[in-house]
């Protein structure tokens, strides 16, 4: 079975601070791995994922599969980062049904 | 395109009454997921359509809940007899085959059921 743990439900730090949103998996195969991002009354939208090896916003997110972890990170946090994050998997073949974690509330203060 | 579209936003009925909830994809997707989202749970997919066809419903809790998608451009999803327990954000998303795995997620019906 596909699971996703998020273990923070909420995360709060000072602008310019460095963010890190913790993202555990568990998946027998080869995952996908996802991060998504919903601002203030603003649709839930795709951040990242790991196979396109980006940063956005100045986001990443190294998907380890030692740890069978994907964590987001970000070196100076900004108040336009609060948000609710969502990380999610997906198995790399067949339909493309998204498992998501419960989500953090990264809270970023002056 | 004004992307996934949901109605209503905001829904109030009283406990055992029938709520409906609508959705139209993005023109030419041809996956769409509904999920629930609650405080305590997150986001959890309730059922999924591929093409018009139901994929996998193992995610409706119980026979109370019901989707359809009689076309390509719409789907409903129908709670009978609704129970406070259902009271939640639901949201619709579609997505393309070809676009890899990025889901479009509507603005979300926020239901309370008293």
């Known amino acids: 079975a596909q699971r996703v743990t998020q273990p923070e439900k909420l995360l709060s730090v000072f602008k310019g601070a460095p963010v890190e949103l913790k993202c555990n998996y568990s998946y027998s195969g080869s995952p996908e791995l996802f991060w998504y991002v919903q601002y203030s009354r603003q649709r839930l939208q795709l951040l990242l994922r790991?196979?396109s090896r980006e940063s956005i916003k100045g986001f990443t997110a190294d998907l380890n599969k030692g740890e069978t972890s994907f964590h987001l990170k970000k070196p100076f946090a900004q108040e336009e980062d609060s948000a609710m994050y969502y990380c999610a998997l997906s198995r790399n073949t067949g339909f493309q049904k998204l498992v998501f974690g419960t989500g953090t509330r990264l809270l970023v203060s002056p | 395109d004004a992307g996934v579209i949901q109605s209503p936003r905001h829904e109030v009925t009283e406990m055992g009454q029938e709520v409906t909830l609508r959705c139209k994809p993005i023109s030419g997707h041809n996956s769409l997921f509904w999920y629930r989202q609650t405080m305590m749970r997150g986001l959890e997919l309730l059922i999924y359509?591929?093409?018009?066809?139901?994929?996998?419903d193992s995610g409706m809790p119980e026979d109370r809940f019901s989707a359809k998608m009689p076309n390509a451009s719409f789907s409903t999803l129908k709670i009978q007899p609704s129970e406070p327990r259902d009271s939640a954000v639901y949201f619709c998303?579609?997505?393309?085959?070809?676009?890899?795995?990025?889901?479009?997620f509507g603005p979300g019906t926020r239901l309370t059921v008293t």
């Open positions: 359509f591929n093409n018009n066809v139901p994929i996998d």
């Open positions: 998303a579609s997505s393309h085959t070809d676009s890899g795995y990025e889901q479009y």
């Open positions: 790991h196979i």
